[in-house]
C-alpha cells in the first residue's frame, strides 16, 4: 500500500486548501471497508492527529479544527480528502495521511498572516 499526499501550499490566514491522498495498491473494496486519518507535525512538535473518518462513516475532529476542517473519501477513487477552511497560522505544519498502518509523505501547508 502506498500513499501520495498533494495539495498543500503557502495560502493567506483566512484562505482555504484541500489536501488529497491518493492510495495505491489497495482494491475498492478493502478501502471502503478502512479508517482513514490526517496528522499533521509543526516544526519542533510531535505529530497530532488532526481529522479521522470511521468506517462507519463517524468522522472525528481534533478541538482545533473543528468546524473549519472536514476530511472525506471517494471509494472509487481510492482518495482521502482534508478540505481546510478559514486556516491560521498555527495550522502551518506537514500534513500526514494514514490508512492501514501506513503513512504517507507529508504535504507542506503553509499559513501566512
Known amino acids: 500500500v502506498q500513499l501520495q499526499a498533494s495539495g498543500g501550499g503557502l495560502v493567506q490566514a483566512g484562505g482555504s486548501l484541500r489536501l488529497s491522498c491518493k492510495v495505491s495498491g489497495m482494491v475498492r473494496g478493502v478501502f471502503r471497508l478502512e479508517a482513514p486519518a490526517w496528522y499533521r507535525q509543526a516544526p519542533g512538535k510531535q505529530r497530532e492527529l488532526v481529522a479521522s473518518?470511521?468506517?462507519?462513516?463517524?468522522?472525528y475532529y481534533a478541538d482545533f479544527v473543528k468546524g473549519r476542517f472536514t476530511i472525506s473519501k471517494d471509494n472509487d477513487k481510492r482518495t482521502v480528502y482534508l478540505q481546510m477552511s478559514n486556516l491560521k497560522p498555527e495550522d502551518t505544519a506537514d500534513y500526514y495521511c494514514y490508512i492501514k498502518t501506513t503513512w504517507g509523505r507529508g504535504t507542506l501547508v503553509t499559513v501566512s498572516s
Open positions: 473518518l470511521s468506517t462507519e462513516g463517524n468522522t
